[in-house]
């Protein structure tokens, strides 16, 4: 097994809960994925960049606490680094606040080598700013190019929504060069609606609209797509079937970084748990036309694991009680 690398932004999370502010948390899309996946004992590479200031020290603080490289994130002074504020519902979902300025110019810092046998994990607004698909597009072809596994997560926030039509260009762009896409229904309908899911109509009407979609046009960007539907489970598409698979009941205390470490649990369980890596050296995505049933049921069922986890405490990643739990079994 190779190395899963992942570009993305850094950002502290100051999480409040009635007005007060409870935890404040290392984090960011990419980032809590690559965290968690650490924890459980796999090599992994971020590539991204943090303020050379006392926020900035936590997040490099953290990733040395977690046993990962820093040698691809590149420090910066010239400006404050990003803080994000996350205001806790009395349903424990999160609403952002985001206080962050990118700096110009690193578009050419350094890239890690990509081998056939790593995976790359890629998305978010990271994946669509034009200053930063100056250095995640290189990364991107280079994991193309060396036969590398591909994750994209658009992650599309409706504070981008004034942008759609602009950014849409660069998610069709970022689907086709992917192995599989993962999004929620909450990605879907704001990408290709301009609105988000209307909870008034039933799970079952959502669940054909999203089967729309992908047969009239994700699948001509990307033949596999995983949807997830928050408490409501997940449904996987694939050129031969689609599945609905349920999540577990969960005692929820915060949903920040549960679609992250849905990520995670997949390539952990994709690269872990199945044939995956031994059917190299066909392409990826005949790779992934090779598994069967039980095992794309494999990699989902660890992702509901690792975000039912991040759920039920206010980490942004897998907890150390998940760990021990994972090393016993």
């Not at 680094?81 to 349903?91: E, G, K, N, R």
């Not at 350094?110 to 100056?134: H, Q």
């Not at 994709?270 to 995505?285: E, H, I, N, Q, V």
Request: hydrophobic letters at 35%; a negative charge; glycine letters at 8%.
């Amino acid at each position: 097994m190779g190395s899963i690398l992942g570009i993305g932004e850094t950002i502290v999370d100051i999480l409040f809960r009635n007005g007060q502010p409870e935890r404040a948390v290392p984090g960011g899309s990419v980032f809590n994925a690559l965290v968690s996946l650490s924890r459980m004992g796999l090599q992994t590479t971020f590539v991204g960049e943090a303020g050379s200031d006392e926020v900035g020290n936590l997040v490099t603080d953290f990733m040395q606490e977690n046993g990962m490289s820093q040698d691809y994130v590149t420090r910066y002074s010239s400006l404050p680094s990003p803080v994000s504020l996350a205001f806790l519902d009395q349903h424990n979902d999160a609403k952002y606040v985001f206080y962050k300025q990118r700096p110009k110019g690193l578009g050419a810092s350094r890239l890690p080598r990509v081998k056939a046998e790593d995976a790359l994990l890629f998305g978010s607004f990271y994946a669509l700013d034009d200053d930063t698909r100056e250095r995640m597009v290189p990364l991107l072809e280079r994991a193309n190019e060396a036969g590398a596994f591909v994750y994209y997560d658009p992650n599309f926030r409706s504070s981008h929504l004034k942008e759609r039509e602009r950014l849409l260009a660069h998610v069709v762009t970022n689907m086709e060069s992917a192995s599989i896409v993962r999004g929620s229904d909450e990605d879907f309908h704001l990408l290709f609606e301009g609105k988000g899911p209307d909870k008034r109509r039933s799970f079952e009407e959502r669940m054909l609209w999203i089967e729309r979609l992908y047969r009239e046009r994700l699948s001509r960007y990307s033949p596999y797509v995983v949807c997830t539907c928050g408490a409501e489970g997940v449904l996987l598409f694939t050129p031969e079937s689609s599945k609905h698979y349920e999540a577990a009941a969960v005692r929820t205390v915060s949903t920040v970084g549960a679609g992250d470490n849905f990520n995670a649990g997949f390539l952990y369980g994709l690269l872990t748990g199945t044939r995956y890596a031994s059917l190299s050296p066909l392409p990826p995505r005949d790779r992934l036309a090779r598994l069967k049933e039980n095992e794309w049921e494999t990699c989902l069922k660890w992702g509901l694991r690792f975000a039912a986890d991040v759920c039920s405490q206010t980490g942004n990643h897998v907890s150390e009680d998940f760990v021990r739990e994972h090393k016993k079994s």
